[in-house]
């Protein structure tokens, strides 16, 4: 470290510390303690402060859910994506796939494959290259490129299968990317750098630092797309720097996809699943919840295709955000590629490449993702799912929790869990009864935070006491308090006078409040910012309209009843 | 419906003990709540909130004390209840979070120049939330680069290479070149 550095860590130290020791109380610690041990009485004191209207909105509210689970659930039956081809990949798991010069290319550990989409025949790679460890493939420029984790870029001539050019690229490139775009090939390292390599002269033209590692790399003509560390980065061409990142809130490190849209991108979210459509200058324009955590993406037309960790592949109409169908291969969809026309996706859990198409009679269900902005309440449908859930787990759902509701508590006030081989309920209690539960499920059995949850009733059913179910931690949890990545609020106020229907509208979806004595309750989680709350008079006349400049999220909405229009 | 009844916060190998007592846990209020303060205050800009994070993390840290099976882990675990909960009143403030960065910067030589900003954490606060939460732990807090690592995700190298960009960048927001 030079001198220069130590100098101004230095300073820069002394200075920080002062700033936030200023910022630290004088305390006591036997009140400290005493605050914490008498949290959980404060929560339920304030369970208790919870007014019968209150409780009946959240119930209602969550009745009102579940009807949307059940007719999302319904909308979404059949099997409109089918397999039409299956390949065998035999031993060793496929990390990576493109396709280009008419053929897919798979990369899997020490090989390189070529298979013919038309025969279904693999044809290795020789490469003569010793330790040769392939991480990624993309294709372009009349070549086959491949990521080697020993610290070379391999471009292939698809024609002979040999090595046109080795480009050394410095960094460790474990679990790293290429992707072909623009005028350039892009490589990702792991240490939050993006390299830009020149196809015309076949060496390193560019380095380009940004703020976090790649999970996934997108290259499209006008930008370079990084799906980030809890962000998504977008570095802006010519220029190769990053012009700014959008968080997604999603845990770090979790690859979930990525495709181009006509706007800007698709990219993947996880927790419990969704992607989001966010434009070239980065704002998120749309979300459409998957059944589960999106691992890879691919367009093909109008239509993304999305592959999912629970093997669930899933095909979204990018023009609506509605759902066309989905399918089921093998768990961990880990990646798709789209030639001639045909989907192909391989799954980590069966070793086997797919081949993929829609029934014939695939029609549109309708969305539950429209898009937000100049949108007519009146014509966005009512709720969204919690969670894509089969209607029977969520009717047995409600029913377990509603049935234990009211009840004698186990044991005096704690969040207590009852566990099924691969489910849970978590209910809350005071120290006279039951006051709240939720269920949550993990598709492979095991409860772990930030599992979605599958129906939540009472006037809590969180430990945190921001009364959010985003923020429940479950057994098993080292340091979870704060585990999901949605938002997950709630908007209360008073109904503006003749209302007699409240509607909240966020990323295209809308929700029902509850209106009950003068006040109007109504919660929703998403990616995306509420946009609007509308009323309507009993004749169905919208009578009152509160933009998005006053609706904050997470923050209690107060509106003048005798003030129409003047929230 | 048949199934164990079990508190939550139990660890699932059903261990009968609560783990921490009073005692012990004023004491890891003792040695570490100014710490918590002082992590959320780098993290939020807002000094009654910092100390509003500090009071819950110390309630959900008592709530979930039986999940803290490895004491030695315990500033850790408190710094992690923390910076979530800072994080967490960030996204209410602000649902969707931009980062203009403006171009890339590398890393390299520096000035000897001071830092003059009457206000460092005022700056911190246009950095995104992690790294408000590295620089806070590294230099407010003296934390190793391998521990900021193990609780914000990253390699101890990773960690050093974040510190060695955003120092040069918060001097350059800061007007100290």
């Excluded at chain 1, 010519?238 to 849209?261: E, I, R, T, Y």
């Excluded at chain 1, 269900?365 to 787990?393: C, K, M, N, Q, R």
């Excluded at chain 2, 590295?134 to 974040?162: F, K, P």
Aim: charged share 20%; proline share 5%.
């Amino acid at each position: 470290m030079t001198d220069a550095r130590q100098d101004l860590e230095g300073r820069f130290e002394r200075r920080l510390r002062a700033e936030l020791d200023a910022a630290v109380r004088p305390f006591s610690t036997s009140e400290i303690v005493s605050r914490a041990m008498d949290a959980g009485g404060a929560r339920t004191a304030r369970r208790r402060g919870l007014t019968l209207a209150t409780a009946v909105m959240v119930a209602l509210l969550a009745l009102l859910v579940l009807g949307a689970v059940v007719l999302v659930g319904a909308l979404r039956g059949g099997l409109a994506v089918e397999v039409t081809q299956t390949v065998d990949l035999g031993a060793g798991v496929a990390r990576s796939m493109t396709a280009g010069d008419g053929a897919l290319w798979i990369v899997r550990p020490a090989e390189l494959d070529r298979v013919n989409p038309t025969t279904g025949a693999i044809t290795p790679i020789a490469l003569g290259t010793q330790a040769f460890d392939p991480v990624s493939v993309a294709y372009g420029f009349g070549s086959v490129w491949v990521l080697d984790e020993g610290g070379a870029l391999l471009r292939i001539d698809p024609g002979t299968g040999s090595a046109i050019a080795k480009i050394p690229i410095q960094g460790e490139l474990r679990d790293c990317h290429v992707a072909v775009g623009g005028d350039a090939v892009w490589v990702s390292l792991r240490d939050a750098m993006v390299v830009r390599v020149d196809p015309a002269t076949d060496t390193v033209a560019k380095t380009v630092e940004v703020t976090s590692s790649a999970s996934g790399l997108l290259a499209t003509p006008g930008a370079v797309w990084v799906d980030g560390a809890g962000e998504l980065i977008r570095i802006v061409l010519p220029a190769s720097a990053q012009l700014g990142s959008v968080d997604l809130f999603v845990q770090d490190d979790m690859a979930a996809g990525l495709a181009p849209a006509a706007n800007g991108v698709w990219v993947g979210s996880g927790l419990p699943g969704a992607v989001v459509n966010v434009s070239n200058d980065l704002e998120i324009v749309r979300s459409v919840d998957t059944r589960s955590h999106p691992l890879a993406l691919a367009t093909e037309g109008e239509w993304l295709w999305v592959g999912e960790a629970d093997g669930t592949v899933e095909v979204i109409d990018t023009r609506d955000g509605s759902v066309r169908g989905h399918g089921t291969i093998g768990k961990y969809v880990r990646d798709l590629a789209v030639i001639d026309g045909s989907v192909w996706a391989f799954s980590q859990q069966a070793g086997v490449l797919y081949r993929l198409a829609m029934t014939k009679n695939a029609t549109p269900t309708p969305t539950l993702g429209s898009p937000a902005p100049s949108l007519d309440p009146a014509d966005v449908p009512i709720g969204w799912p919690l969670l894509p859930e089969d209607p029977a787990f969520t009717a047995g759902a409600r029913a377990a929790c509603l049935t234990m509701v009211g009840a004698d508590p186990a044991m005096p006030f704690a969040a207590q869990e009852r566990r099924e081989p691969d489910w849970a309920i978590v209910y809350f209690a005071n120290d006279a009864q039951i006051v709240g539960c939720s269920v949550h499920r993990a598709a492979d059995g095991t409860i772990q935070p930030g599992d979605p949850y599958g129906f939540g009733v009472g006037g809590s059913s969180s430990r945190d006491s921001t009364g959010s179910h985003g923020h429940l931690t479950i057994a098993g949890a080292a340091d979870a308090t704060d585990v999901s990545p949605l938002y997950w609020s709630n908007v209360t106020g008073l109904v503006p006078e003749r209302a007699a229907r409240v509607l909240l509208i966020a990323g295209g979806k809308a929700a029902e409040a509850v209106i009950f004595d003068g006040t109007y309750a109504v919660s929703w989680q998403g990616m995306v910012k509420p946009t609007l709350l509308v009323a309507y008079d009993a004749s169905g006349n919208e009578i009152d309209r509160i933009g998005s400049e006053v609706l904050d999220p997470m923050f209690t909405h107060r509106c003048d009843p005798q003030s129409i229009g003047g929230c | 419906m048949s199934g164990i009844w079990r508190e939550a916060s139990r660890p699932a190998g059903g261990v009968e003990s609560r783990g921490i007592g009073r005692a012990e846990f004023a004491e890891l209020v003792e040695s570490h709540h100014a710490d918590l303060v002082r992590l959320a205050y780098a993290m939020t800009g807002d000094v009654e909130l910092a100390n509003d994070i500090a009071q819950t993390t110390w309630a959900s840290a008592w709530q979930h004390r039986a999940e803290l099976r490895d004491r030695s882990r315990a500033r850790s675990w408190l710094l992690t209840i923390a910076a979530n909960r800072a994080r967490s009143a960030l996204r209410r403030q602000r649902l969707v979070h931009w980062l203009p960065l403006g171009s890339p910067r590398i890393s390299g030589e520096l000035s000897v120049e001071d830092v003059h900003s009457p206000d460092l954490v005022a700056a911190l606060q246009r950095l995104a939330p992690r790294d408000r939460r590295i620089l806070g732990l590294r230099y407010g807090l003296g934390e190793t680069s391998a521990e900021i690592g193990r609780q914000v995700g990253l390699s101890d190298s990773g960690v050093r290479v974040r510190i060695s960009r955003l120092l040069p960048a918060l001097r350059e927001e800061l007007g100290d070149d």
